[in-house]
Structures are given as structure tokens and as C-alpha cells.
């Protein structure tokens, strides 16, 4: 089982940048994907990103593409999610995940992201 933590989530004024981290333990990660979820209030949580923990491939989704990064550093089995250019409607509760193709099966607690207008 994998432990994920989250951390780096705040406020920040529109066109800003943060950074959030995924700190993971627990069993070893070379066939996982790490993904980025967001869940804004009231709404259903949505994929953002993933990267793959052994060769770093990565995907975005269309709403972030161009603005946010995903990047790993295995030597402090991190996972990190660089936000640039942020919007009020990036506003959400950020999650990351780890599974095996794709199939999230450990989840965060979730950090909070409010971008002011």
C-alpha cells in the first residue's frame, strides 16, 4: 500500500504560480502512475495529470495544458505539480493518487488551491 501526502496548496492572486508536492512511502513505485486530481465545491473530481514513476511519461489534461508541469524526483519519491498562470476557476481541492495502470488506488488527503480574482 502507498501513502501519499500532499502539501504546497494555499492562496494565491490570478496569474500567479504554486507548486504542490506528492511525498509518497510504502511499497516500491517503478510500474505506477502518479496522478494529479481536482475537486472544486460541488463539483465531481477531475484527472489533471499523471506522470509515470519509472520512465516519467507524462499527460495532461486540455484544461491545464501549457499552464501546469508534473515532474518526479525518485531520489525523494516526490511527485511535484508546477501551477502557472492560475485562474479563479483552478480554485479546488487538489489530489494526488498512485495505481498501477492507471487504476488510482491510493489517494492523498488533498491540499487546498484558491486562486483570487
Known amino acids: 500500500q502507498v501513502q501519499l501526502v500532499e502539501s504546497g496548496g494555499g492562496l494565491v492572486q490570478a496569474g500567479g504560480s504554486l507548486r504542490l ?8 513505485f517503478s510500474n505506477y502512475y502518479i496522478g494529479w486530481f481536482r475537486q472544486a465545491p460541488g463539483k465531481e473530481r477531475h484527472f489533471i495529470a499523471h506522470i509515470t514513476w519509472s520512465g516519467g511519461n507524462q ?3 486540455d484544461s491545464v495544458k501549457g499552464r501546469f508541469t ?11 505539480l508546477q501551477m502557472n498562470s492560475l485562474k479563479p476557476e483552478d480554485t479546488a481541492v487538489y489530489y494526488c ?4 495502470d492507471r487504476i488510482y488506488t ?6 487546498q488551491v484558491t486562486v483570487s480574482s
Open 21 to 28: 508536492s506528492c511525498a509518497a512511502s510504502g511499497r516500491t
Open 59 to 61: 499527460y495532461y489534461a
Open 70 to 80: 508534473i515532474s518526479r524526483d525518485n531520489t525523494k519519491n516526490t511527485v511535484y
Open 97 to 100: 493518487a498512485a495505481g498501477v
Open 106 to 111: 491510493s489517494w492523498g488527503q488533498g491540499t
